[in-house]
């Protein structure tokens, strides 16, 4: 159905591939969507053992919560821009589906009664809360499900950077829960 110019593809098959290059990137922005909050927690587990360890003099524990902060704040960052490119690309998907791959309106899936429509985007996430709400995997994850991962994730690395933070501070208040004051007098 293209028509070729100069030796160049046009139409149906551009559009398609043009297409298979978004999606491959959606997958790319996808798989480093869970590559950040796995580095991170590797980074901010060791971080946190010498900030709360009574093995380290003060100052090496307020450097470590200085950087478990900083190292927060930049995975928080790179998940939220990575997660937001993600989701730009599935609705882009979803919309070329729905305007160029009518051949899905057609799809019914599993005996359903609606027929699939667009893969990707928001009609995905309609299909994908229906069958959260039937329970279909059993209360426990259906409840757990409510969630999406990127904002449990991105909460669970806020509070290492919010510990690491009262820690920092703490240790120069001398809030004797995080820093003895007998450890502070004798390490300044």
Same mark, same amino acid.
């Given at each position: 159905m293209?028509? +070729? ?6 139409g ?13 990137r ?19 587990a ?30 928080l960052n790179l ?7 993600e989701l ?15 051949w ?9 009664? +609606? ?13 994908r ?10 209360r426990?994850?259906?409840f ?5 991962s ?6 669970g690395?806020?509070?290492f ?7 920092f501070v703490?240790?120069?208040?001398g809030?004797e ?12």
């Amino acid at each position: 159905m293209s028509d +070729e110019v100069d030796g160049t593809k046009t139409g149906d098959e551009n559009m398609w591939a043009i297409y298979t290059v978004v999606a491959a990137r959606r997958l790319q922005w996808d798989n480093l969507v869970w590559q950040v909050p796995a580095l991170s927690l590797t980074a901010q587990a060791f971080l946190m053992t010498i900030t709360l360890s009574a093995d380290y003099d003060v100052w090496p524990r307020r450097a470590a919560a200085l950087l478990s902060c900083v190292i927060c704040l930049l995975s928080l960052n790179l998940l939220a821009r990575q997660r937001l490119s993600e989701l730009t690309d599935a609705h882009f998907l979803g919309s070329f589906e729905a305007k160029n791959a009518t051949w899905l309106d057609g799809m019914v899936v599993d005996g359903e009664a +609606e027929p699939v429509g667009p893969i990707h985007g928001p009609r995905f996430k309609e299909r994908r809360e229906a069958l959260r709400i039937e329970n279909k995997d059993g209360r426990i994850m259906s409840f757990a499900a409510r969630w999406t991962s990127s904002r449990v994730w991105f909460v669970g690395l806020a509070l290492f950077g919010l510990v690491s933070l009262v820690v920092f501070v703490g240790s120069f208040v001398g809030w004797e829960w995080i820093f003895p004051l007998e450890s502070l007098h004798s390490h300044r």
